[in-house]
C-alpha cells in the first residue's frame, strides 16, 4: 500500500516541488525495506534440508550408509531407530530397549541385537531372546526410495 | 517512456479516467483537521492484519494440521527453515498486537463518539470484526498443539458447553467430538486460515468503504457536522499517509523486537493425558474468564454472554446529539467504569493461583484473586 | 430374538465341540455326572483321555460293581504316590508324549525336587505333587492363561499351601513369601505391567525339580536373566567367599523375595552391614558410589538442560540422540559395579562425561547464537529512527507549503 502510493508521491510531486534529496531518501528507504522483507521469505522457501517436518515417511539417510549386516541409528520423530541392512532388505526397529530405555547396539558377529545396559538380546525381526526386556523392539516400515531410506513413523 | 506505452496500452481500451479521478478525489480528499496520531490505530489493526496474513502463509507451507504432526511441524519451522522462528514470533507477537489495536481503536472510536448518526453501521461491523479478532486467537492458539494450547482449548470449549440447551451441542459441534483433539485441531485450522481471513477480509473492505464514504466523524454534535473544505482539511495524500508511515515504521519495529526479546515459547507436545497446573487463557480472554469464577456457571456464561450484545447495540442506546466527551458526562462514566473493571479483573485474573512477591513480601493470590500473605519460613 | 437365537446356536456349536465326545458307553458318568462337568474342556477328554485311564475301571460295565473289580485295575481315589506314578505313566513315557512335544523328564526332576524326596523318601503325604498344581479334572495346557500354572498365576498356586502356616510350620519355611514377592520388583512387573517374562517363584526355584538354590548357584538362578550383572559380578572379590553365612552372593545385596529395584542407596544400606566404615574396602565401595551418584546427577541436570532448550524453542534433535547414548552409559554403570573395580566404573563415568561436555556446550552455543539475534535490533531501530525523522520532515514540509499556498491565494 505505502510503496505504490510512494510512487504517485514522486510522479505528483515532479509538478508541484523540486525533487529534493528527502524524496529519494524515503523512496530508497521503503525499498529497502521491501527488499529486507522478501529476502527472508526467500530464503525460508528454499528448504534447507532435504527433510520436512516429520511425519509419515521420514527420509532418514542413504542406503548406502548403511553396509550388508551393518547397521546405522537415527533419529525419527524425536526417538531413536535402528536400521538394519540383511541380505533380504532392510530393516528398521526401535534403538530404544523395553527394558529401560537404554540405546541398543548391534551384534554383528551373531546378527542379533544386544542392549549394552543388562544384556537383552533381540532377534533381527525385534523379538526378544533373552534378558530382562519386557517385549520386542517397535519395527518400523521402511523403503528405499532412488537410494534413500524411508522410514514410516 | 515504457510508461507511457502501458498507459496508452490501457486508454485505447479502458476509461481510465473514469476511474482514476475518483480514485484521485478518494486519495486527495480532505481530512478533518483533529484528525492526527489517534486516528492511527484501525491502520494499526490493518498493517497488522496484512503482517498475520503474509507470515501465516509462510507459516502454513510448513504446518501440517494433524494431531501427529502439528507439534512436530511447528518446531520444524521454529528450528529449521531460515528465519522461520521469526516468522512465527512475528505470527504470535502480531496476534496479540492485533487484539490490542483493535481494542484500542473500538476505545478511541467510543470516546470520540465516532459511532453516532450516521455511522452506527461502522460501529457494528467494527465489533464484528473485533469478536472476529478474538475468534482467530482462540483458534490460533490451538494450532501449535502444545500443552497449554491444548488445555486452554479443553477449558474454553468446556466454558461453551454451560451454555444452557445449546451448550453440549456447541461444545461437541467445536471440539468434533467429546474430547479435544485431532478433529477439533482440523476445525480449527479451516476457521483460522480459510473462514475467518476471508470473512474479515470483506468485512474490512466495507468497513473502510465506510468511513471513506461517510466521510471521518469530527468532534461537531450530530446534524452540526460541516464537510471539511480543501483549503481547512489535511489531504490523506501525501499528508496523513507520512503519519501513517511513521506509525508503521515503530509498529513494525515493536513486533521484531517483542519476537527477540519475549519469544513465545515451543513447549511440550498436547498430552491428553496430563493436565499442566494453572493452565490459565491468554490475556485477552483473562477479564472474562475471571469474572466466570464469581458466578455460577451457566449465569455467569450467559452475563458474559449479554457483553458483545450490549457493545452491538450501545449506537441504538445512547442517542445523545453530543460527540465530545466531555459533553457526554453518563457515557463516559461508564466507559471509564468498565475499563477500569475488565483491566481490574484481568490483573486479578493473572495473579490469581499464584505467588507474587510486593515490596518484600510474598502473597499469594487463591482462585479468586484474593491475596494472602505468606508468612515466610526460615529454615 | 436374533441375539437370543445366536447365543443358543454358539452354546450348541461349543457343546458340540468339546463336550459331546463322551464315549456312549461310559458307564462311570451314571454317577459320576459332576466329575465330568470339570473334565470335559480338559486338555484330556479333548484327546480322548478319560475315567479308566488313571482310575482304572472298566466303564463297557453296566452294574456299578462289575465296573469296579479288582481285574478291571481299579484304583478310585489314588493317593500322593499313586498320583505321580499315574500321570507319570504317561507323561514319562517318550513314546507317548513324542506326538505332544512335551518333555517327559517331569516325574524324574520331581523325585530331585523337595517335594518329591519328603514323598517317596520319607513319606510325607503333605507336599505337592502333579494335581496340586495343574489340578486334576479340569487340567488345561500351561500356555492358557486360566491355567494355574500360567506365569502370572504361579505365585497364588504356590502360595496355596507356601501361603498356609499349617502346611509350612512342620518344615520350618516362612508363609509371608507371596506378600514379600508381590512387593518385588519382579510381582510388580508381573502384576502390575502384565510382563509374563518376568521371574516368577519357579524361575529360580525350579518347577517339577523344585530346590532353593544353594550358596553357589544363587548367582546362576539371578544369572538367567541378569547375564551382564552375573558375568561381572563372578570378577568381583566377593565372589570367590563361600561360606554363605559370610555372603551369600546376589541375596546378601538385594535380597531375595522382596527384591527392590537396586538404587544408589544399597551403597549406604549393605556395604555397612559388614565392612566397617573407614576400611579401606569401605572407601573403595564409597568412591564407586560417589561417581555412579554423578554421573547419575549429571545425567539429570543435562536432560532438564535439554528439555528446557526444546520448550524454548531450540533445536536439539541431535543432543537427544547424544543424551540417550550418555543414558546407556550411565545405565551401563549399574551391571559394571558389579565388579567392584573402580576403574571400570569410573572409565564409563569418562566416556559419559565427555558427552555430558559435549550436550552442554552445543546447547549453550545455540542459545548464545540466539542471542546474537538481538544485535539486529540496533541496525533495525536506527534506520525506523531515520525513516521516522524523515517521514516527519516531509509531512513539515508538506505543511508549510500548504501555509504558503494559502497565503499566496
Known amino acids: 500500500m505505502e510503496k505504490s502510493g510512494l510512487k504517485k508521491t514522486i510522479d505528483s510531486d515532479k509538478k508541484i516541488t523540486r525533487r529534493d534529496f528527502l524524496d529519494y531518501f524515503i523512496k530508497a528507504g521503503f525499498f529497502g525495506l521491501l527488499a529486507g522483507m522478501a529476502y527472508p521469505a526467500l530464503n525460508y522457501l528454499n528448504p534447507v534440508t532435504r527433510q520436512g517436518p516429520v511425519g509419515g515417511l521420514a527420509d532418514v539417510g542413504a542406503a548406502d550408509e548403511v553396509p550388508l549386516w551393518g547397521a546405522k541409528k537415527y533419529i525419527v520423530a524425536g526417538s531413536a531407530i535402528m536400521v538394519i541392512h540383511t541380505p533380504q532388505g532392510f530393516k528398521a526397529l526401535s534403538a530404544i530397549c523395553t527394558h529401560l530405555g537404554c540405546l541398543v547396539g548391534w551384534d554383528e558377529q551373531r546378527h542379533e541385537i544386544v542392549c549394552p545396559c543388562h544384556a537383552g538380546r533381540f532377534d533381527i525381526e525385534g523379538a526378544k531372546i533373552s534378558g530382562p526386556p519386557p517385549r520386542g523392539l517397535a519395527a518400523y516400515h521402511v523403503n528405499v526410495v532412488q537410494g534413500r531410506l524411508m522410514v514410516q513413523v | 517512456m515504457l510508461k507511457n506505452m502501458v498507459s496508452r496500452w490501457f486508454e485505447e481500451r479502458f476509461d481510465v479516467q473514469a476511474v482514476k479521478e475518483p480514485l484521485e478525489y478518494q486519495l486527495r480528499k480532505p481530512l478533518p483537521r483533529n484528525i492526527g496520531w489517534f486516528h492511527t490505530f484501525g491502520s494499526m489493526s490493518l498493517f497488522l492484519f496484512v503482517s498475520q496474513v503474509l507470515t501465516g502463509i509462510l507459516l502454513l507451507i510448513y504446518y501440517r494440521p494433524t494431531e501427529g504432526e502439528a507439534f512436530e511441524s511447528v518446531k520444524f519451522i521454529m528450528t529449521q527453515p531460515y528465519a522461520g522462528w521469526l516468522f512465527r514470533q512475528v505470527h504470535a507477537w502480531g496476534a496479540n498486537l492485533m487484539i490490542l489495536m483493535v481494542t484500542i481503536h473500538m476505545m478511541r472510536t467510543y470516546v470520540t463518539g465516532s459511532y453516532k448518526k450516521p455511522r452506527e453501521l461502522t460501529w457494528l461491523i467494527g465489533v464484528g470484526l473485533f469478536m472476529m479478532t478474538l475468534v482467530f486467537g482462540f483458534t490460533g492458539y490451538l494450532l501449535p498443539w502444545n500443552q497449554l494450547a491444548y488445555w486452554a482449548t479443553t477449558v474454553g470449549t468446556e466454558i461453551a458447553g454451560a451454555v444452557p440447551g445449546i451448550g453440549e451441542f456447541a461444545k461437541t459441534l467445536m471440539r468434533g467430538g467429546v474430547n479435544v483433539g485431532g478433529e477439533t485441531l482440523s476445525r480449527f485450522f479451516v476457521l483460522h486460515v480459510i473462514v475467518l481471513p476471508w470473512a474479515l477480509f470483506f468485512l474490512i473492505g466495507f468497513h473502510i468503504f465506510l468511513v471513506r464514504f461517510q466521510e471521518m466523524s469530527t468532534l461537531d454534535a450530530v446534524g452540526e457536522e460541516k464537510k471539511t473544505k480543501p483549503e481547512d482539511g489535511i489531504p490523506f495524500f501525501p499528508d496523513h499517509l507520512l503519519k501513517e508511515g511513521v506509525v508503521f515504521f515503530v509498529l513494525m519495529g515493536v513486533l521484531i523486537t517483542l519476537s527477540i526479546l519475549a519469544p513465545f515459547e515451543l513447549g511440550e507436545k498436547a498430552n491428553p493425558l496430563s493436565t499442566p497446573v494453572g493452565i490459565k487463557p491468554e490475556w485477552y480472554f483473562m477479564p472474562m474468564y475471571h469474572a466466570l469464577k464469581y458466578f455460577p456457571k451457566v449465569f455467569g456464561v450467559l452475563l458474559l454472554g449479554m457483553a458483545p450484545l450490549f457493545l452491538f447495540i450501545w449506537p441504538f442506546v445512547d442517542r445523545g446529539r453530543n460527540r465530545h466527551p466531555l459533553k457526554r458526562p453518563v457515557s463516559m462514566t461508564l466507559g471509564i467504569i468498565t475499563f477500569v473493571v475488565v483491566i481490574f479483573l484481568g490483573t486479578l485474573g493473572c495473579l490469581s493461583e499464584s505467588k507474587q512477591n510486593f515490596f518484600g513480601k510474598v502473597y499469594e493470590f487463591d482462585i479468586y484473586g484474593v491475596p494472602h500473605q505468606v508468612t515466610e519460613q526460615k529454615l | ?409
Open chain 3, 1 to 409: 430374538m436374533r441375539k437370543y437365537f445366536l447365543t443358543f446356536v454358539f452354546l450348541f456349536l461349543a457343546c458340540h465341540v468339546s463336550g459331546a465326545d463322551v464315549p456312549p458307553d461310559n458307564s462311570c458318568l451314571t454317577c459320576h455326572s459332576d466329575m465330568w462337568d470339570d473334565m470335559k474342556t480338559s486338555v484330556h477328554s479333548q484327546h480322548a483321555i478319560y475315567c479308566n485311564q488313571c482310575h482304572g475301571g472298566d466303564p463297557s460295565q453296566k452294574d456299578k460293581d462289575l465296573a469296579k473289580t479288582p481285574a478291571t485295575g481299579y484304583v478310585g481315589v489314588p493317593d500322593k504316590k499313586q498320583i505321580a506314578q499315574i500321570c507319570g505313566g504317561c507323561h514319562a513315557d517318550v513314546e507317548k508324549m513324542n506326538f505332544y512335544g512335551i518333555p517327559t523328564d517331569q516325574l524324574q526332576r520331581y523325585k530331585t525336587s523337595r517335594h518329591g524326596k519328603e514323598l517317596f523318601n520319607a513319606g510325607n503325604n503333605k507336599v505337592a505333587v502333579c494335581n496340586d498344581c495343574h489340578t486334576e479334572h479340569d487340567v488345561v495346557p500351561i500356555a492358557d492363561p486360566n491355567s494355574p500354572v500360567y506365569p502370572s498365576n504361579v505365585p497364588k498356586t504356590c502360595n496355596r499351601c507356601h501361603g498356609n502356616e499349617k502346611i509350612m510350620t512342620p518344615f520350618g519355611i516362612p508363609t509371608d513369601i507371596f506378600n514379600k514377592y508381590k512387593g518385588s520388583v519382579h510381582g510388580k512387573a508381573l502384576f502390575e505391567k502384565h510382563d509374563t517374562g518376568v521371574a516368577t517363584c519357579i524361575s529360580c526355584h525350579g518347577s517339577h525339580g523344585a530346590v532353593p538354590p544353594g550358596v553357589k548357584e544363587v548367582a546362576a538362578a539371578c544369572g538367567k536373566c541378569h547375564i551382564n550383572e552375573k558375568k561381572n559380578f563372578l570378577e568381583s572379590p566377593h565372589a570367590k567367599i563361600e561360606d554363605a553365612a559370610k555372603f551369600n552372593q546376589c541375596i546378601s545385596c538385594h535380597s531375595n523375595h522382596d527384591i527392590q529395584p537396586p538404587g544408589l542407596d544399597m551403597y549406604v544400606q549393605a556395604c555397612g552391614r559388614c565392612h566397617a566404615p573407614q576400611t579401606p574396602e569401605f572407601l573403595e565401595g564409597r568412591k564407586i558410589w560417589q561417581v555412579i551418584k554423578d554421573a547419575q546427577d549429571d545425567l539429570k541436570a543435562t536432560q532438564g538442560i535439554v528439555k528446557q532448550a526444546g520448550i524454548e524453542g531450540i533445536f536439539v534433535e541431535e543432543d537427544t540422540l547424544v543424551l540417550e547414548e550418555i543414558k546407556t552409559k550411565v545405565f551401563e554403570m549399574g551391571p559394571t559395579q558389579h565388579t567392584l573395580s573402580f576403574a571400570k566404573v569410573n572409565d564409563l563415568y569418562a566416556q559419559a562425561e565427555g558427552k555430558f561436555k559435549q550436550v552442554r556446550k552445543n546447547i549453550e552455543t545455540k542459545r548464545d547464537n540466539l542471542k546474537q539475534r538481538k544485535l539486529f535490533l540496533l541496525p533495525m531501530w536506527l534506520f525506523i529512527f531515520v525513516m521516522a525523522v524523515a517521514l516527519i520532515k516531509k509531512h513539515k514540509q508538506l505543511d508549510a507549503l500548504r501555509e504558503e499556498g494559502k497565503k499566496k491565494e
